[in-house]
Nanobody, 125 residues
Framework: EVQLQASGGGLVQAGGSLRLSCAASGFTFDDSAIGWFRQAPGKEREGVVC????????YYADSVKGRFTISVDSAKNTVYLQMNTLKPEDTAVYYCAADPFRTWCRWGPTPYDYWGQGTQVTVSS
């Protein structure tokens, strides 16, 4: 059974930092694409950052470049999202997703196969 457990969300002031974790199990982790997505109230879900673990390639949304960093601990099958210089517009439910069948990570019309439950990030001004 595929499981993706996202954690680390919370309330932070603008300019602050949070680190989200996504613990994965039930699929071939080291050859999968892992993505972080977010959905704010009243808005569509959007891609934030992703990594293809086969070659380490990453892709960042323009809105988070230079502020967010994705990293991996393969020994723990865990992907992290370090979020710095947070802004109120980063407020959203953040989801991690996995796709063992992609050889690149960038999101597109075809959604990722597996999704975690989401963790709330709230940035106050």
């Amino acid at each position: 059974e595929v499981q993706l457990q996202a954690s680390g969300g919370g309330l932070v002031q603008a300019g602050g930092s949070l680190r989200l974790s996504c613990a994965a199990s039930g699929f071939t982790f080291d050859d999968s694409a892992i993505g972080w997505f977010r959905q704010a109230p009243g808005k569509e879900r959007e891609g934030v950052v992703c990594i293809y673990l086969g070659d380490g390639g990453t892709y960042y949304a323009d809105s988070v470049k230079g502020r967010f960093t994705i990293s991996v601990d393969s020994a723990k099958n865990t992907v992290y999202l370090q979020m710095n210089t947070l802004k109120p517009e980063d407020t959203a439910v953040y989801y991690c997703a996995a796709d063992p069948f992609r050889t690149w990570c960038r999101w597109g019309p075809t959604p990722y196969d597996y999704w975690g439950q989401g963790t709330q990030v709230t940035v106050s001004s």
